[in-house]
């Protein structure tokens, strides 16, 4: 049966993780997405601000990820996958920066992930086709950097997950690396085989395929096995909003803008046998604090209704 | 050589076509697209799919076309019926298909060779090759949005592989070359696509472009005239350049036109011939490169840098100028930065490149001196890739 999580953030604190992870078990998730992100999030590192948090030594991230473990376990709650921090490459940014973000914070959280037991970690493709020319040079520098954790992946039982995500130009949104499922599929295909094992795999994100009009259901189909995990969530098809399935509409008929009858045709289609994992976080920001454990229940709830879709029932 | 074709969407109007066509007349400007679409949409959302108010329409499109012919305008291409333009509900398939036959069949008997087809799928645009072989039709078929709720997805055409898998598919059913594809910049910022990877993919496929900035509900702008960073030209001319594009640039102005009161069109029309003047100069931007033996660039910055950084090792040029006299013996990227004194011990057949904003104000000096040798302007906003960080001047001073 399908597993169903959501996100960490603004759940599971550092204080109290177990009390978090206790809230999500009783909202009825099986599982999690550890947000490993926040703890050196995007728009600091834009700003060169990086803070010190992934400079402590490996056994001091494990001593404070020890509680973080421990409570999910004692909830009964899995940890699934987990982000890693993004960007790890400024372009044109400080050398120092991205040295660090290159070499140290991406195999620390590689440690991280396995330390926490958990099975995937996903990544961003770095964004780099506007300075090197094209998708395909900017491929090759993502896959250098994947070659820099892959050993890693490789040795500790990791299957590292590229996602499909997007960039800019002005206020427009563009694709940007990893929305082309056929070259993700070759590249998945072509790296596993180089590292004989599943090293690389899928992040499908519902939310970002949706600002750029993918075909869901193509998408996913083309991916196949490689799929390996979700963020699901949803948006107006203009600004990576993050909220819940079925919010946004355009019209007086109501009905949903985003392709929810194509992503379960597709789930189907592959036999998708992971987690229903909601990358949905900022809805708690949105609901008032009385209410955010009613809105991770419809969370959860709404991943069932998935899960009876992608399971059989008609669609 | 690149063919720039005006589409007559927003300025000529099928009721009364005889004044934009007149106004089109005023520029340099001389071809247009045979748009049915023009002709048909105009009562579907009180009378729906009906047929024989569709024939009455295109009945009457003749004294239209006829008008546009008698004032000395060409049809380059023909465009068929397009659900969706403007958005009139959900679309009837086989009104769709039987619409886009005649409209086929107009285009044979107004001598237009091509047309552009909006199938949404492939049995549809497979139903077109009969008749496209009857009478000698070329046909293009381009990547089409769906609609989720309102929101435009990529459809029929839209992933390149998936285009030109169709495109040979047809190609082969039909046992000749009748089918190829056009690119139209609408859809494709709608979904936020890499216009180069889909430009490449398309390769000899790629027979025109539909060129336009694209508003967030998918109107239609003069280029470079919208909202211009919400465009991504740099994508489609990096793409269009990478494959030596000469086929045909479609214009597309609906959006412009509806802003422009009709007594100022007159006048903004020649800004519309200007603006694509400089998107062909902008895919060409390589071509003095290729077509000069050597080179000479008049600039010691930016625009400098960048060429080193794309250009440099391909056509390395001789050495740079500049106007000012603290930077003359400099070495900058690799050249010498020299006085623009020097350039009259050059080879007549040099060509020099302006790299600097003041373009007229060089080129009037270069002028004054009374050179032989051809002048070009280079420009670095959308260049092959941009590897080289911008230099801050008053860290250097």
């Given at each position: 049966m399908l597993s169903i999580g959501t996100q960490t953030q603004y759940v599971v604190d550092d204080t109290s993780p177990e009390a978090g992870f206790r809230r999500l078990k009783n909202a009825g998730f099986d599982c999690v997405d550890f947000s490993l992100n926040t703890y050196l999030i995007n728009t600091k590192i834009y700003k060169n601000e990086i803070n010190d948090f992934f400079k402590k030594d490996i056994d001091e991230l494990k001593a404070f990820f020890t509680p973080h473990k421990n409570g999910a376990a004692a909830a009964g709650i899995r940890i699934h996958q987990m982000h890693m921090p993004y960007?790890?490459?400024?372009?044109?940014?400080?050398?120092?920066?991205?040295?660090?973000?290159?070499?140290?914070?991406?195999?620390k959280s590689m440690t991280i992930c396995a330390f926490l037991g958990c099975r995937y970690i996903v990544v961003h493709g770095l964004k780099l086709r506007e300075m090197l020319g094209s998708e395909e040079a900017e491929w090759a520098a993502t896959e250098k950097f994947l070659d820099t954790i892959c050993p890693m992946a490789r040795e500790l039982g990791i299957t590292i997950c590229i996602e499909n995500i997007y960039g800019s130009v002005g206020q427009h949104i563009i694709e940007g690396p990893c929305c082309d499922a056929a070259k993700a599929a070759e590249r998945i295909d072509r790296m596993n085989d180089k590292y004989g094992a599943e090293v690389l795999g899928f992040c499908f994100d519902t939310g970002h395929a949706n600002l750029v009009g993918l075909d869901f259901e193509r998408f996913i189909v083309t991916l196949g096995k490689r799929l390996k995990v979700l963020h699901m969530h949803d948006n107006d098809g203009r600004r990576d909003l993050h909220q819940l399935p079925f919010t946004f509409t355009r019209t007086r008929e109501n009905s949903t803008t985003t392709d929810w009858q194509g992503f379960i045709k597709g789930m189907r289609e592959i036999g998708f046998s992971g987690t229903l994992s909601f990358e949905t976080a900022p809805v708690l920001r949105s609901f008032p604090v009385e209410m955010r454990d009613d809105a991770l229940s419809f969370i959860a709830r709404t991943g069932v209704y998935f899960r009876n879709k992608i399971e059989g029932e008609d669609i | 050589m690149m063919q720039v074709v005006c589409s007559p969407v927003g300025f000529i109007e099928a009721r009364s076509p005889r004044q934009g066509i007149k106004d089109m007349l005023g520029t340099g400007l001389k071809s247009t697209v045979l748009d049915v679409n023009l002709f048909c949409w105009y009562d579907v959302k009180r009378h729906g799919w009906d047929m024989a108010r569709f024939h009455k329409k295109l009945d009457e499109a003749n004294d239209v076309i006829k008008a546009i012919n008698d004032g000395g305008i060409s049809f380059a291409i023909a465009d068929g019926p397009l659900w969706g333009y403007p958005r009139v509900g959900k679309p009837?398939?086989?009104?769709?298909?039987?619409?886009?036959?005649?409209?086929?069949?107009?285009?044979?008997?107004?001598?237009?060779?091509?047309?552009?087809?909006?199938?949404?799928?492939?049995?549809?645009?497979?139903?077109?090759?009969?008749?496209?072989?009857?009478?000698?039709?070329?046909?293009?078929?381009?990547?089409?949005?769906?609609?989720?709720?309102?929101?435009?997805?990529?459809?029929?055409?839209?992933?390149?592989?998936?285009?030109?898998?169709?495109?040979?598919?047809?190609?082969?059913?039909?046992?000749?070359?009748i089918v190829g594809f056009v690119l139209d910049m609408v859809p494709a910022s709608l979904c936020g696509q890499d216009m180069q990877a889909m430009v490449r993919a398309y390769g000899d496929c790629l027979e025109a472009v539909i060129a336009s900035d694209v508003g967030e509900n998918g109107e239609a702008y003069l280029p470079f005239f919208g909202r211009r960073m919400a465009t991504d030209w740099l994508s489609l001319l990096r793409g269009l350049r990478d494959v030596d594009f000469d086929g045909m640039l479609i214009v597309r102005l609906d959006g412009t036109m509806a802003a422009v009161p009709p007594l100022i069109r007159p006048s903004f029309l020649p800004v519309v011939e200007k603006s694509m003047d400089y998107l062909v100069w902008q895919i060409n931007l390589e071509k003095p490169l290729k077509t000069y033996p050597s080179v000479v660039l008049f600039g010691a910055g930016n625009m400098c840098q960048?060429?080193?950084?794309?250009?440099?090792?391909?056509?390395?040029?001789?050495?740079?100028?500049d106007n000012n006299k603290k930077r003359w013996g400099e070495k900058f990227c690799g050249l010498e930065v020299k006085s623009p004194g020097a350039l009259r011990s050059i080879p007549d057949d040099t060509v020099i490149l302006i790299c600097n904003v003041y373009y007229r104000e060089i080129e009037a000096q270069l002028r004054d001196m009374k050179l032989k040798n051809p002048i070009a302007y280079f420009n670095d906003e959308y260049m092959p890739k941009f590897t080289a960080k911008r230099i801050n001047w008053e860290e250097v001073e």
């Open positions: 960007p790890v490459y400024v372009p044109h940014g400080k050398k120092e920066i991205n040295d660090f973000l290159y070499n140290v914070v991406a195999k | 009837d398939e086989r009104c769709l298909m039987e619409l886009t036959r005649e409209a086929m069949r107009i285009a044979a008997q107004n001598g237009v060779g091509t047309i552009m087809v909006h199938p949404s799928k492939f049995e549809d645009a497979k139903s077109l090759l009969p008749l496209a072989k009857e009478l000698h039709l070329h046909l293009l078929i381009k990547n089409e949005t769906r609609d989720i709720g309102g929101h435009p997805m990529r459809g029929f055409s839209a992933e390149p592989s998936e285009a030109v898998r169709f495109i040979d598919a047809l190609n082969d059913e039909a046992g000749e070359k960048n060429y080193m950084a794309c250009y440099g090792e391909k056509y390395p040029p001789l050495f740079t100028c």
